[in-house]
Structures are given as C-alpha cells and as structure tokens.
C-alpha cells in the first residue's frame, strides 16, 4: 500500500493538483487503521487512496485535509 500512495502523490504533483496526506500517528484502544496508515485526499475532501479508518475518523480527516490544504499548513487531530 505505501507504493500505492507514494506513486499517487507522485502523480498529483505532475499534475499540479492539491491533495493532503493523512497518516495515523498513533492508535490507542481499538481502531480499524493501524499506526502509519496513510491516505490521500484532494481538495474536495475525496479520498483517492489508502485508509485510516471508518466512519467518523474518515469524516473528520477529510474535514483536517481540506482545511489543510486551504492554510497550507499541516493539522493533527485526536479521535
């Protein structure tokens, strides 16, 4: 999977076209995403590859990526 999101990273970028990476950074308890998990999601919060959970955990990433990518500047969020 990692290939997967390096080489749509890659892509978009050759393209000129805005995305934000998301990446589990550490899970406690229970979780469907395991830590490292990556994900990319473009500008309108569409998520083109990879995981870091369901369900809300997906929403609220999508929600960080767009405003991500808005500010340009990285977030963290606990869920």
Known sequence: M???????AARLVMEGKLFAIATVVRVHGSS????GAKAIIDSSGK???GWVGGGC???????EAIKSIETGKAGLISI
Request: glycine share 0%; proline share 5%; aromatic share 10%.
């Open 2 to 8: 990692p290939s997967d999101i390096y080489n749509k």
């Open 32 to 35: 469907s995403a395991k830590c």
């Open 47 to 49: 998520l083109l590859v």
């Open 57 to 63: 955990a997906e929403s609220a990433v999508k929600f």
